[in-house]
């Protein structure tokens, strides 16, 4: 995890990328593209004497094709530039030399210090930021999981980059609106209603210790598991006729008989004869593979020898499928013996079973009362299993919008009337195409979006005239757009799904709304991998939300009880010290799943949670600013911040030089602006994660080093309180922005 560098460090980049390409004529893009990869960089000198921060030129001079004899020359005109511009009053510039190929930069802290914490606590950082939105209406859907099964922690990273998302839009100023789109008539719901209904006809009901979506989960992963397992048997018994057949085949021709000698004939035959007592087929499928291991070579050309080699691999592949499917399917049965039993015995014939599926769908779309109020019920029960999850996680919403809505269905269909009737739509075989290569050809917008692949077909109405889930999603986006006047929406959605998103902005463009194309934004984020674990909903295997906070339960409760109290922690009852540990746990699940850039996997290993402690770092030093203050001013800083930051503005350190540390502090507090902005535009929250991170080290390194109360000199003491009020009033910022419990004592 990659750590800030601050305000000036940020400024002064700025600044030297517009002297460069002033002076030296190289391109600002290029100069830009140098600080970020590290070719360009600011830098700590060896020596303060030095200056406070350092930038190297070689590179400039070398791209520029300046002589190293003309950099002298050329460095004074950077310098001059430098200094003549607006940047030496806003990085807060009190000199600057060029020397041996650097230039080296001191800073006024002085000044600096006292402008970063007079905005801080005036509250005009908090003005300027909430300045951005204005008050404008914006749309955030993010987790909208299928309700088949508990949140995972796949599904559990969308909700924490939705919600900090959204919180971060709240901070900048945006009326946010956060809504979860319930697929509640997809395929996969039909396959939990189907097992569901199972249950309800044979009277099995959720054990009372049983969150309704763990439960469902299971039902869920029962019924796909069985149908499976039932197909699987079925090929599986046609694998075996054929490697039976194939080997009675081999064992008549001529040409093998001619190779391989009488005795291993004889042996094949005995194994031929096997099969009518012997249920191992596995077993005796591997004994003829062994048998005529040593004829391989002089058999490689038979066509009977081919083909019952193929036959058996086949077999194997199928052997092997069947016997993981029965492994998970005792798994489950141990968890819901019931329910298994009744699922089990009522799907006999998988094709019917499937068939009946699909009639469920169907009927729900076709908005039979009776299917659809299951349908509803079903989903619901997940979806309040979602609520109870996400409620720990402080995640919530304004809207919970259900596929199955009048409003949705109707729109559907209307989209598909609209389209119809456009020249890149046709029937094929009674189904509704939509040609976007066509459309491309006359539509920039669609070639632009698809670049540089081809946009190419998708069915937009089946043949039996139930829509589709990307049909479903145009309805849906218009009506986020209409329901609430929203000026932009965003949906975070995994990567995978990319395709279809550009097929919604694509068709909603063609059928003429251009606004809502263009400010409907595809949020990209990736999967999260677990070492040891494939997760598949389908196949009941994942690792859920609700697991990873109490798995950090485990790992905080036996950090704080074996290790003891953090220093400077203030004592806390049993039920207090619950109460935190629990709000620990939330706050370092949500900042694992925020670690790493959205459009990155997330790697980790659940085993290893003591590893990735982020929210306990950041909640930690929280709560010792909030000790010193307590201890200053003898109330809870939280509920008296606004007095408290009242007093500290009349605090005068005049003449004050400070520490490297409260330098470092004071230049990440300024940071917390332009943190906040790029986080939005960039859509990447984890900067904020990143940022409150370096944030805390800092204030650990101050709270260890550095005497508020005990500090004899007037000015030390005045200054440092008012730091420590500017670094509570941003830390507080930054525990909402994250979503994490305000705890008050560790």
Request: net charge neutral; hydrophobic share 40%.
């Amino acid at each position: 995890m990659s750590l800030q560098q601050g305000f000036i460090a940020s400024c002064l980049s700025r600044a030297v990328v517009e002297a460069l390409s002033k002076t030296l004529g190289v391109e600002r893009k290029l100069l830009e593209e140098a600080f970020e990869s590290g070719r360009l960089k600011v830098s700590k000198p060896p020596s303060k004497s030095m200056g406070d921060y350092s930038i190297a030129l070689h590179y400039a001079f070398k791209t520029a094709g300046v002589k190293q004899e003309d950099w002298a020359i050329l460095a004074g005109r950077i310098v001059e530039y430098l200094n003549s511009s607006n940047f030496r009053d806003e990085c807060f510039i009190s000199s600057v030399v060029f020397a041996n190929g650097y230039l080296n930069f001191h800073i006024d802290f002085t000044r600096y210090s006292k402008r970063v914490i007079e905005a801080i606590l005036t509250g005009e950082v908090e003005e300027r930021v909430r300045s951005i939105g204005g008050g404008r209406v914006v749309v955030v859907e993010h987790t909208s999981a299928n309700p088949v099964h508990p949140l995972h922690v796949g599904s559990g990273r969308n909700s924490v980059i939705g919600d900090t998302f959204a919180r971060i839009l709240s901070k900048l100023g945006f009326k946010v609106n956060r809504r979860f789109y319930v697929n509640d008539m997809g395929r996969q719901v039909a396959f939990l209603v189907y097992g569901a209904s199972i249950l309800r006809e044979k009277g099995v009901k959720p054990p009372s210790d049983f969150k309704p979506d763990h439960w469902y989960g299971i039902v869920y992963a029962l019924t796909n598991l069985l149908i499976e397992e039932r197909g699987l048997l079925r090929k599986l018994k046609s694998a075996e006729a054929e490697f039976w057949g194939s080997l009675s085949t081999l064992l008549s021709d001529p040409a093998v008989r001619s190779i391989l000698p009488e005795s291993v004939v004889h042996s094949l035959q005995g194994i031929l004869g096997k099969k009518a007592f012997n249920k191992d087929t596995v077993k005796l499928v591997r004994e003829v593979e062994i048998t005529l291991k040593s004829f391989e070579q002089a058999l490689s050309s038979n066509e009977s020898y081919k083909s019952l080699k193929a036959k058996a691999e086949s077999y194997l592949k199928l052997a092997g499928e069947y016997a993981k499917t029965l492994r998970l399917i005792r798994r489950l049965a141990i968890q819901a013996p019931e329910a298994y039993t009744a699922i089990s015995s009522s799907i006999v014939d998988p094709e019917k079973a499937l068939a009946e599926i699909r009639g469920l769908m169907k009927k729900c779309e076709e908005e039979d009362p009776a299917v659809l109020a299951l349908f509803h019920e079903v989903s619901k029960s997940v979806i309040d299993g979602f609520r109870e999850t996400l409620a720990k996680l402080n995640i919530s919403f304004d809207e919970f919008d259900w596929e199955s809505s009048r409003e949705i269905l109707a729109g559907a269909h209307e989209a598909v009337r609209e389209l119809e009737s456009k020249p890149f739509a046709r029937r094929e075989e009674g189904a509704l195409l939509v040609d976007l290569d066509a459309a491309a050809d006359h539509s920039a917008f669609v070639r632009e979006l698809f670049h540089p692949d081809k946009p190419g077909k998708f069915i937009i109405e089946r043949s039996d005239g139930t829509t589709l889930y990307v049909t479903r999603d145009i309805a849906y986006t218009i009506y986020k757009f209409r329901k609430t006047g929203g000026e932009a929406v965003y949906n975070v959605i995994a990567s995978e799904q990319a395709r279809e998103q550009k097929q919604v902005k694509a068709v909603l463009y063609l059928l003429g709304y251009e606004r809502e194309a263009d400010n409907l934004f595809h949020f990209v984020y990736e999967l999260v991998r677990l070492k040891g674990l494939r997760m598949s909903g389908r196949r009941g295997l994942y690792y859920t939300l609700d697991e990873l906070v109490k798995d950090y339960y485990t790992v905080v409760s036996k950090i704080y009880y074996e290790t003891g109290r953090v220093k400077g922690a203030e004592a806390l009852s049993s039920e207090e010290a619950d109460r935190v540990l629990e709000d620990l746990a939330v706050a370092n699940a949500r900042a694992l799943l925020l670690s790493v850039e959205p459009f990155k996997v997330l790697t980790f290993d659940p085993g290893r949670l003591e590893e990735a402690l982020y929210g306990s770092t950041i909640l930690y030093s929280y709560v010792r600013l909030q000790s010193i203050l307590r201890k200053l001013k003898r109330v809870e800083p939280l509920e008296n911040l606004g007095e408290i930051r009242a007093e500290a503005l009349g605090l005068s350190w005049d003449g004050y030089v400070p520490s490297e540390v409260e330098e470092e502090l004071i230049d990440l507090l300024a940071d917390y602006e332009r943190v906040l902005v790029s986080s939005y535009r960039d859509l990447k929250p984890n900067r904020v994660l990143e940022y409150a991170l370096a944030l805390s080290n800092t204030v650990n390194k101050f709270y260890e080093s550095h005497r508020v109360m005990g500090e004899q000199r007037g000015e030390a003491r005045a200054f440092r309180e008012a730091l420590v009020v500017a670094a509570l009033t941003v830390m507080r910022e930054l525990v909402d922005v994250l979503g994490f419990p305000h705890v008050r004592k560790i």
